[in-house]
């Protein structure tokens, strides 16, 4: 799973993707799943990117990529909401761990967006702690709407899109690594029906 040094963000989401072509098509390799990898990774870590997804059961993220461990830093929270510990930890997956890649990863049929969807078309807010991520979310759910993206399956992308926008202008050293071409983020969505993850948006270097 590790990837050249030489490799550029791009190619490291291309990787990924192939690895996610396996496990939707149940030809899955099941790398760096070994006794001898768990020992390697007692001296440290390496992870080639850093993903904030959702907390979903039904989303496991280093099975939909095909990847082992070590191979990758997830961040996961309800619907994917960002508060400071989320992007604090995101600045420490590419400051002290190098990943040239963070993906921000939506999925299929999110609770957390169907219930800020429900509070923004009927008024509905939660009165628990649930209330956090449904304000969180809910900005997200406003600007679709109010750009003609109206179904769940729209409103999914684009809560993953411009949450990506966010921790970049949010994140110093993603909008240096994103300027220079050391870093790359990516928006993208898992279909839990084919068990495919699109491409949203790219925040790659020209």
């Given at each position: 799973m590790n990837e050249?040094?030489?490799a550029?963000?791009?190619?490291?989401?291309?990787?990924?993707l192939a690895g996610n072509d396996?496990?939707?098509?149940?030809?899955?390799?099941?790398?760096?799943?070994?006794?001898?990898?768990?020992?390697e990774l007692r001296d440290g870590q390496a992870p080639v990117a850093a993903v904030l997804?959702?907390?979903?059961s039904r989303v496991p993220v280093e099975m939909l990529f095909d990847a082992g461990l070590g191979d990758m830093f997830v961040i996961r929270t309800a619907g994917g909401c960002v508060?400071?510990?989320?992007?604090?930890?995101?600045?420490f997956a590419v400051t002290?761990?190098?990943?040239?890649?963070?993906?921000?990863?939506?999925?299929?049929?999110?609770?957390?967006?169907?219930?800020?969807?429900?509070a923004v078309e009927n008024a509905e807010i939660p009165l628990g702690l649930q209330r956090v991520f449904?304000?969180?979310?809910?900005?997200?759910?406003?600007w679709s709407k109010g750009h003609g993206k109206?179904?769940?399956?729209?409103?999914?992308?684009?809560?993953?899109?411009?949450?990506?926008?966010?921790?970049?202008?949010?994140?110093?050293?993603?909008?240096?690594?994103?300027?220079?071409?050391?870093?790359g983020v990516v928006a993208a969505r898992y279909s839990l029906a084919d068990g495919r993850v699109e491409t949203v948006a790219t925040h790659f270097a020209r």
């Open positions: 050249p040094t030489t550029t963000p791009a190619d490291v989401w291309e990787h990924l396996r496990f939707a098509t149940d030809n899955v390799e099941h790398p760096n799943s070994t006794a001898e990898r768990r020992l997804a959702c907390s979903d508060d400071a510990a989320v992007s604090g930890s995101v600045d002290s761990l190098g990943v040239k890649l963070v993906i921000v990863l939506s999925h299929e049929a999110c609770g957390a967006i169907g219930a800020a969807l429900t449904v304000e969180k979310i809910a900005p997200s759910v406003i109206t179904s769940r399956n729209e409103i999914e992308r684009e809560h993953a899109r411009i949450t990506a926008r966010h921790l970049v202008d949010r994140i110093p050293a993603l909008q240096d690594g994103t300027d220079d071409g050391s870093i």
